[in-house]
């Protein structure tokens, strides 16, 4: 059986082909706003770290009426990192809209997500977007998605997609590139037509696979899922079970019900098969939990989310500045954090070690745990953190693999030479170099995950910030050998107190500094960068001896170079074996592991030993 009155749809595309603002627009002229109602771009993006990076993150949810139809549309995240957000929200829907730049063409996230969607049989819209862009190939990028569709060896509806010509900024969509530009129907027809309507049994007992999960500090956990047969009801018993879980068997009622309608989550008393709900009152529900009814328990098995690839250490922060500038400071505030965040984030892991200060946590990659960190400090938590390591792994001969990055860069001519360079020095292997538009050059990498941590900060710098860069999970391969990260040592603080204008004069001869005057700092501390391989320790709290004839009013004369502020990422890069990152809400503090001199000597000594 069919409901023709719904259609449930993902957009999926690489990063920054256009989702999000290709949802905006949908959302505008499917009436969702009041015609003088103020609207922010990329209304979708509601966390303020997706607004500032221009990325999305997290999954939303959000329905349109076209025509008596609604529309449930989920705007996915493009980045790899967040690939684990795309993988499981792919189960709620019968279709997928793919998003693809008119210039830049399929990129490696596309394929990605592509594969994910046709690996389910999902039915595939494409939408060529950015046709407006001046260099825009909108007829060579058709043949370019056709190829890839072959390559992933699509069926044959899939080969006969629809594509429809777009511009989400211009606010029109088009079947043809000729055609008179107007609105978007021509996209909402095409969802329609191309769309299969969702299919159930309406008289078989109610079954729910909960594919998300949201998080509210009034609410608790809410799970979302498509209703695949029956209906749900408000007060309905029901079991919650998990395919891949045999133990749990949980008796549970509906305490609250909602559907979405634009923006909003409204609350009902029942929904029926096809519709996408989301259900609170269940204090332990999980990503791939099956509500049902206990006629028919039989739980719908789920999708397999990839693999975490990078770990770091979150520990307790014991510097000699630690408490003063957090509102969550011990183990237990960052334990309870840290497991929190498995409420809603499938693809990381944290697991408890022997140290009940320290955390392993694992992600899908630099982004992904950069991100969890940035969130963790603008909450008021202070903490510390390892340099990332990647996870390795061991097949039957004792060999030890690696995670490996396929990396796609796009770079001014001029450029590519000093690309090259630096990613051969972190292992890196050029498979191919082709042009990618006047002047530009494309060029494709093979490189082990960990060559890639701290890399874009350089990578930015070495292309003057106008770079592509762009990289996808390419299985797992034998070691390749160590990579030096590093050149130079840093420059460590010998004594705590305050950064004075003499101590920094001093200290700036051996290096690059990364704090000015006026700074609290201790003894352990790293405040630089030298010229040199070796570790500096220096006094910059030291003040000049004063006498007659010398005032210390002529240390308004120093001339002091502006220090080296560097990004959280720039600073997980930074970053040696033997050093962590101090994480508070108003610094970014790098520090030796063993903070006292003597003992760092020691330690160093035994290793070498």
Not at 345 to 372: A, I, P, Q, Y
Not at 484 to 505: A, D, M, N, P, W
Request: proline share 5%; hydrophobic share 35%; aromatic share 6%.
């Amino acid at each position: 059986m069919k409901r023709e009155d719904v259609r449930n749809v993902a957009i999926i595309a690489h990063v920054d082909h256009g989702k999000t603002t290709l949802v905006d627009c949908l959302l505008k002229q499917s009436g969702v706003f009041r015609e003088n109602q103020e609207i922010q771009e990329r209304v979708m993006d509601s966390n303020a770290i997706e607004r500032e990076r221009g990325i999305t993150i997290l999954s939303k949810n959000t329905a349109v009426w076209y025509k008596g139809t609604k529309i449930n549309i989920i705007d996915t995240p493009g980045h790899a990192d967040f690939g684990g957000e795309v993988e499981r929200v792919l189960k709620m829907v019968n279709g997928v809209v793919l998003v693809v730049d008119a210039f830049e063409g399929p990129m490696p996230q596309t394929r990605f997500v592509l594969k994910k969607a046709i690996e389910l049989s999902l039915d595939v819209i494409v939408c060529i977007n950015k046709v407006d862009r001046p260099e825009a190939r909108p007829k060579e990028v058709v043949d370019e998605v056709l190829e890839l569709l072959m390559d992933l060896e699509a069926n044959e509806r899939q080969l006969n997609a629809p594509f429809v010509f777009a511009s989400a900024k211009g606010g029109y969509a088009l079947l043809d590139p000729d055609d008179p530009k107007q609105d978007m129907k021509p996209l909402f027809e095409t969802i329609l037509s191309a769309v299969p309507a969702p299919e159930g049994e309406a008289d078989e007992p109610v079954r729910v696979l909960i594919s998300t999960i949201d998080y509210n500090e009034y609410i608790g956990r809410i799970g979302i899922g498509k209703i695949e047969d029956g209906r749900l009801a408000v007060g309905q018993d029901c079991l919650l079970m998990n395919a891949h879980d045999v133990s749990k068997n949980e008796k549970i009622r509906i305490s609250k019900l909602y559907q979405f309608d634009g923006l909003s989550r409204v609350e009902v008393q029942e929904a029926r098969f096809g519709d996408i709900v989301a259900i609170s009152g269940i204090s332990d529900v999980q990503i791939g939990d099956t509500v049902l009814d206990p006629a028919r328990p039989e739980p719908i098995p789920f999708q397999k989310i990839s693999e975490p690839t990078i770990s770091m250490q979150f520990l307790v922060n014991d510097s000699p500045l630690a408490g003063q500038e957090g509102k969550y400071v011990t183990s237990r505030h960052l334990r309870d954090r840290l497991f929190r965040e498995l409420n809603t984030d499938v693809s990381l892991r944290v697991e408890e070690t022997e140290d009940t200060d320290c955390f392993k946590v694992s992600g899908r990659g630099e982004l992904h745990l950069s991100v969890l960190i940035e969130n963790m400090r603008r909450e008021g938590y202070e903490f510390a953190v390892s340099k990332p390591e990647v996870i390795t792994k061991t097949d039957e001969r004792g060999h030890v693999l690696e995670p490996m990055e396929q990396v796609y860069i796009d770079v001014p001519d001029e450029y590519a030479g000093a690309v090259i360079q630096k990613l051969a020095q972190r292992k890196g292997e050029l498979l191919s170099m082709g042009t990618a538009g006047e002047g530009v050059t494309r060029l494709m990498f093979q490189i082990p995950s960990r060559g890639l941590i701290g890399y874009r900060g350089d990578f930015l710098t070495d292309t003057r910030g106008s770079g592509v860069m762009n990289s996808i999970f390419d299985g797992y391969e034998p070691y390749h050998g160590d990579i030096s990260y590093r050149k130079q040592g840093s420059i460590i603080v010998y004594e705590s107190g305050e950064s004075i204008t003499y101590g920094l004069f001093n200290a700036q001869e051996r290096g690059t500094l990364f704090i000015g005057p006026g700074e609290k700092v201790y003894a352990g501390e790293v405040i630089g960068q030298t010229g040199r391989p070796e570790d500096v320790e220096v006094n910059v709290c030291k003040t000049k001896k004063l006498t007659n004839t010398r005032a210390s009013g002529s240390d308004d004369a120093l001339r002091l170079t502006a220090p080296k502020i560097m990004s959280l990422e720039q600073c997980m890069d930074f970053i040696e074996q033997d050093e962590l990152l101090e994480i508070t809400p108003e610094h970014l503090r790098i520090r030796k592991k063993i903070l006292d001199p003597l003992l760092r000597k020691r330690s160093t000594i035994s290793k070498k030993h």
